[in-house]
């Protein structure tokens, strides 16, 4: 098979809408990073879509609305606090959990009775789901196990002969996946996937969010989780990724002057001094600017060979967290703590 690239104009949102509508699969770009797509409630599209990735069947997909109008079509029991953020902070990176229609089969939520719905931000992608006429389920683009793609290019990387077209709409501008929450009750957000959109910016709508374990610790496969994606190794690239947490730069710079090998590389914030014994690339200096370049910044560290990285370690709390939960996910939970 021949990976179309497709541009974002009319024509070609029309042309991928008709792929999408015949059972195929195409890349489009989100606000977070870009999605593998196919038509949510047709079983066999969905199956090429866990092919394409090499992707463990019960990890579920997210499912992706053009508007509002299209949300119980797919999920059902949907709470009076969920009408409330889907106001605020759709279109945008947030994912909610509900109990799912029987219009999306199972292999699209992973064997679950739950489905994850998002409105992404993107007009391209809002604009191709409606031309599509149907949800599009969509996992991140990339091979499973890699970083998540934030341009065509890096989606053509790890999909270039697997899929019917990419349709490039330009870098992602979030650069991490949505923020997933689920419902524990009426008054309780429980996070199971950090995103941009933080606990701050959800805790003025209720009493009581939560963050699960999981976004902190390493889950064993046979673990039941609530998120079945938080179990799996993701995210990394082929260099081994060592988090340094160091009280400050000059402890960070002592320890990897010492323990630098041929193919050692570092990954700094955008203020720290250079390195001069060593090759640096920069990823930020907040969440944001970090979550916008963390996995670009993955797939360059192995286009120029590194083998070990270095890298300064981001916060722990606010839109921070989830550059730190990708980071920790990339290493194996493992970080050298000076
Ligand atoms: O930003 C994003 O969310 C991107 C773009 C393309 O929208 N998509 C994305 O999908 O990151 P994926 O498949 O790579 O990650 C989906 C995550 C997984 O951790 C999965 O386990 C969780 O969401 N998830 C999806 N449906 C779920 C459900 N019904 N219950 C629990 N977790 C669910
Ligand atoms: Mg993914």
């Not at 195409?26 to 066999?44: C, I, Q």
């Amino acid at each position: 098979m021949i990976t179309q690239l497709l541009t974002n104009t009319n024509k070609d949102l029309q042309f991928a809408a008709n792929l999408i509508r015949q059972g195929e699969l195409v890349a489009f770009p989100t606000e977070t990073v870009y999605g593998l797509g196919a038509d949510a409630r047709n079983a066999e599209a969905v199956q090429k879509i866990f092919t394409a990735k090499g992707r463990p069947a019960d990890n579920p997909l997210i499912v992706h609305l053009a508007n509002l109008d299209m949300l119980e079509s797919v999920a059902k029991e949907i709470p009076s606090i969920a009408w409330t953020l889907a106001e605020q902070f759709w279109p945008g990176s947030l994912t909610m959990i509900f109990p799912k229609r029987k219009e999306i089969p199972e292999i699209t939520s992973g064997g679950l009775d739950t489905v994850g719905v998002r409105i992404p931000a993107h007009s391209a992608a809002r604009e191709l789901i409606s031309l599509s006429g149907c949800p599009i389920a969509a996992p991140s683009a990339n091979r499973s196990g890699l970083p998540s793609p934030t341009t065509a290019e890096h989606v053509l990387q790890d999909m270039s002969g697997r899929i019917a077209a990419v349709l490039d709409g330009g870098q992602c501008s979030g650069g991490v996946e949505s923020t997933v929450i689920c419902f524990d009750d009426a008054q309780t957000i429980h996070i199971l996937r950090p995103g941009l959109i933080s606990e701050n910016d959800l805790s003025p709508f209720t009493k009581s969010v939560y963050i699960d374990k999981a976004v902190f610790q390493q889950i064993s496969p046979e673990t039941k989780v609530s998120s079945p994606g938080m179990k799996y190794k993701h995210y990394s690239p082929k260099a081994k990724i060592l988090p340094v947490d160091a009280p400050d730069f000059e402890h960070f710079r002592n320890y990897v002057e010492q323990h630098k090998t041929n193919y050692t590389y570092c990954l700094l914030f955008d203020s720290d001094p250079e390195i001069h014994s060593i090759p640096c690339l920069r990823y930020g200096d907040n969440g944001v600017q970090q979550a916008h370049d963390l996995f670009f910044r993955f797939r360059e560290l192995d286009e120029l060979g590194a083998e070990i990285v270095y890298v300064r370690m981001p916060e722990k709390s606010g839109t921070s967290l989830s550059v730190y939960n990708r980071l920790m996910r990339a290493a194996g939970f493992e970080v050298i703590s000076l």
